[in-house]
């Protein structure tokens, strides 16, 4: 039918996202293949659920988090249609010492 249109996310892939994906793909070249995967399930609407997806709390809060491997967790948005790529880290830094200037981080570059 003509009112049945298929919905597709749009992706918004920040500078940050950029930067330390790299580093991540440098170190575990993995890491590409599994950010395809996850492309391809959030491209679909309503979205596709990805290995340990969840929600982040206190100073990421409204941030979505998912695992690329072992040790790097890609952070992101999804709203309205529009999946923000905010960049990958590992564990420590969401959830370490680190998490406070890495919220900070995360918030310039959205």
Same mark, same amino acid.
């Given at each position: 039918? *003509?009112?049945? &249109?298929?919905?597709?996310? %749009? !992706?918004?892939?920040?500078?940050?996202?950029?930067?330390? +994906?790299?580093?991540?793909?440098?170190?575990?070249?993995?890491?590409?293949?599994?950010?395809?995967?996850?492309?391809? *399930?959030?491209? &679909?609407?309503?979205?596709? %659920? !990805?290995?340990?997806?969840?929600?982040?709390?206190?100073? +990421?809060?409204?941030?979505?988090?998912?695992?690329?491997?072992?040790?790097?967790?890609?952070?992101?948005?999804?709203?309205?249609?529009?999946?923000?790529?905010?960049?990958? !880290?590992?564990?420590?830094?969401?959830?370490?010492?680190?998490?406070?200037?890495?919220?900070?981080?995360?918030?310039?570059?959205?």
């Amino acid at each position: 039918m *003509a009112g049945d &249109r298929l919905r597709v996310a %749009k !992706f918004i892939r920040t500078e940050l996202f950029e930067e330390t +994906l790299q580093a991540f793909i440098t170190k575990t070249p993995a890491v590409r293949e599994r950010l395809k995967d996850f492309v391809a *399930a959030k491209k &679909r609407r309503p979205p596709g %659920k !990805f290995s340990n997806e969840h929600g982040l709390h206190r100073k +990421l809060e409204g941030i979505n988090e998912c695992h690329l491997d072992a040790d790097a967790c890609l952070l992101y948005t999804d709203k309205d249609d529009t999946v923000t790529l905010l960049g990958v !880290f590992s564990h420590d830094e969401i959830t370490g010492k680190r998490a406070k200037s890495l919220a900070k981080k995360i918030r310039r570059a959205r």
